[in-house]
């Protein structure tokens, strides 16, 4: 290879490096957006019957999360207790949350995958693919087989 | 994919190894080599490749750019952009949100995925750059031969972190004698055993203790810890050496019984030993070493100290964690040099209770917690000597903190040897049997789905 190919090539391989670190370090702008909207178009055209909104009660029972601390909090669980269906749509209040949020989000995955790994193997799958997806002021937490159904919407709606 | 999961262990090695036999050229064999470990990181996230193919892009053309040029101070100029550039990759993807909100404090987290292995390959391909700056290797003209050392499969993830200059030489023609892969072989089981059936035991005794107040379940926590981490990174390690001996890659040892180390340097010397010799060699040696004034010593010492904190995670937990151990070998050189080689069993226990303390610093979320967990050692804000769960933990366990702490030593490795020279054929026969039941508990275990990913995924 002549010297003049490798500076070319090199070029072109700074701007590469460059150019993921961008997409890497641009970040969605916040939605102004209610939480009900956003959940509203979140959970459009998906079968959402088996469940069941939760009070701030429940939200602190399951997710160790106080409602009062957001901007605003939605929390659907399934009504049938062996199944591991959940989804959670948070709005910041400050984006310092979502480092909390992931932590909470990643520890409520482990406990329930203690939970069904033995006797319900579908449920615990539905658990390795669950989705926590923090956009700027709003997060996302699925537990479904609609998980990416349900962050294609949520990211949708946040635009 | 890791190592100690079904897909790995039953299709995606039995299938490398067999293509590798079967291979008629040493670069088909490359070219696959290349290609599967390509796969194997894909394998969780598909976009980390991406990067990863830019990285073995920029750096190979660096070396070929400083081998092209007669002038040094260009050369120089050359390799100075090469680390800086891979330096600011690893800054972005790990360092990003700790600068955000723990140096600049503007409280802000910016959703920036850490790609696996990224510390451990980028530093892989700094050596590189290092090995043919100083003159130690040549540039290398074979792409894939580069990518090999780069991406192989077996150390990609957690390393070991092989300088380029001592794998060289290993990269074109390989000879796999049957002995070695059979060791190979040995050894990677050996590691599987030390993750599946002691690492991700003391993980759960780990997080049991995660929440008592007691001295004891302090001392409980520490300990459970500490050897947590030793099977867990000495057993990758262990795996990732022995997959490399299959494929007729020679990698030095990582780990050698750190913990009947006599004091810090010497423990040092045992622990994560690729690590060590990285940061000597490519940052302890280049700024002096010790062959400059004690002031200058000691300034070497803590950057050495303070790097090797950050390059482990981005938290001053994992800095004050590195500075800690910089203290004691600043300490022991100044100090206590004399005085521990002249008294051995102390200078044991007191690397056990330095070491210990210094797992807490690693495993706590924050400098407050670690100094909590600390002062409980002592009795410093403990609610009582001893609890109820911790003794029942104790009573439960003991067994396994008693195998724990025998194989943490090397009385397994020496009882081995002295069942093989003693028994000859038949010893061949038992160890034999000990190596495929474990083998055979590792998977029941790795099925039943009682397995944790392996902790230094995190670096």
Redesign the interface.
């Known amino acids: 290879?002549s010297?003049r190919t490798?500076?070319i090539?090199?070029y072109v391989?700074?701007a590469?490096?460059i150019g993921?670190?961008a997409m890497?370090?641009h970040?969605p702008a916040d939605c102004n957006k209610s939480v009900n909207t956003v959940t509203k178009q979140t959970m459009a055209s998906v079968n959402t019957k088996s469940l069941e909104q939760q009070n701030n009660q429940e939200i602190k029972r399951f997710l160790q999360l106080d409602a009062s601390m957001y901007d605003g909090i939605v929390y659907y669980k399934d009504s049938d207790t062996m199944k591991a269906d959940e989804l959670l749509i948070v709005k910041f209040k400050?984006?310092?949350q979502?480092?909390d949020f992931n932590d909470k989000m990643q520890t409520r995955i482990d406990s329930q995958?203690k939970i069904f790994?033995?006797y319900a193997p579908k449920e615990?799958d539905k658990l390795d693919a669950a989705v926590v997806d923090?956009?700027a002021n709003y997060a996302l937490y699925a537990v479904s087989k609609n998980a990416d159904t349900f962050d294609q919407q949520f990211r949708a709606a946040l635009k | 994919m890791t190592f100690n999961s079904l897909n790995f262990i039953f299709m995606f090695l039995p299938a490398a190894l067999l293509l590798n036999h079967y291979l008629p050229s040493a670069r088909a064999k490359n070219i696959m080599l290349v290609v599967l470990s390509f796969l194997f990181y894909a394998w969780g996230d598909p976009a980390a490749l991406l990067l990863l193919l830019i990285s073995i892009g920029w750096n190979y053309l660096t070396a070929l750019q400083m081998a092209a040029e007669d002038d040094d101070r260009k050369k120089k100029h050359q390799f100075v952009l090469g680390i800086v550039m891979n330096l600011v990759i690893l800054g972005v993807f790990k360092y990003t949100n700790f600068i955000l909100n723990d140096v600049l404090f503007l409280h802000r987290q910016l959703d920036i995925a850490l790609p696996v292995g990224l510390s451990f390959f980028l530093f892989s391909e700094i050596s590189y750059l290092a090995d043919v700056y100083m003159g130690k290797s040549k540039a290398s003209h074979d792409l894939v031969e580069y990518s090999l050392y780069v991406s192989f499969f077996g150390k990609i993830s957690m390393g070991p972190i092989v300088q380029y200059h001592d794998m060289e030489d290993q990269l074109g023609e390989r000879t796999i004698d049957p002995y070695d892969a059979g060791q190979g072989a040995l050894l990677f089981t050996k590691g599987l055993i030390k993750k599946s059936l002691l690492a991700d035991q003391f993980a759960t005794l780990f997080a049991a203790t995660a929440g008592s107040t007691s001295v004891l379940g302090a001392w409980l926590y520490g300990a459970a810890y500490m050897l947590e981490i030793y099977f867990d990174f000495s057993g990758y390690s262990d795996m990732a050496i022995g997959i490399g001996q299959m494929f007729g890659f020679h990698m030095d040892p990582n780990f050698n019984h750190p913990y009947i180390a006599k004091s810090v340097q010497d423990y040092w010397r045992r622990w994560h030993i690729s690590l060590s010799r990285w940061f000597r060699d490519y940052l302890y040696i280049p700024l002096g070493g010790s062959r400059v004034s004690n002031r200058k010593y000691i300034r070497n010492i803590l950057i050495v100290w303070f790097c090797t904190g950050l390059w482990h995670g981005a938290n001053w937990t994992f800095i004050l964690w590195g500075l800690y151990f910089g203290a004691f070998t600043l300490l022991e050189k100044f100090y206590l040099k004399d005085f521990l080689s002249k008294h051995t069993k102390f200078g044991h226990i007191y690397t056990l209770l330095v070491v210990l303390v210094s797992w807490i610093f690693f495993c706590s979320p924050d400098i407050g917690t670690a100094f909590g967990v600390i002062g409980r050692l002592v009795g410093i804000g403990a609610s009582a000597w001893a609890d109820g769960s911790t003794a029942f933990l104790l009573l439960n366990n003991w067994f396994l903190l008693l195998l724990g702490v025998l194989f943490s030593m090397d009385i397994f490795k020496n009882l081995q040897t002295s069942i093989l020279n003693r028994y000859k054929k038949k010893g061949i026969t038992w160890m034999t049997a000990v190596y495929l039941v474990g083998f055979v508990l590792c998977i029941a275990f790795i099925v039943g789905g009682t397995f944790h990913p392996f902790q230094y995924f995190a670096f």
């Open positions: 290879m010297k490798i500076t090539l090199r391989f700074f590469l490096i993921v670190l890497n370090l970040q400050d984006h310092s979502a480092e995958k790994a033995g615990a923090v956009r």
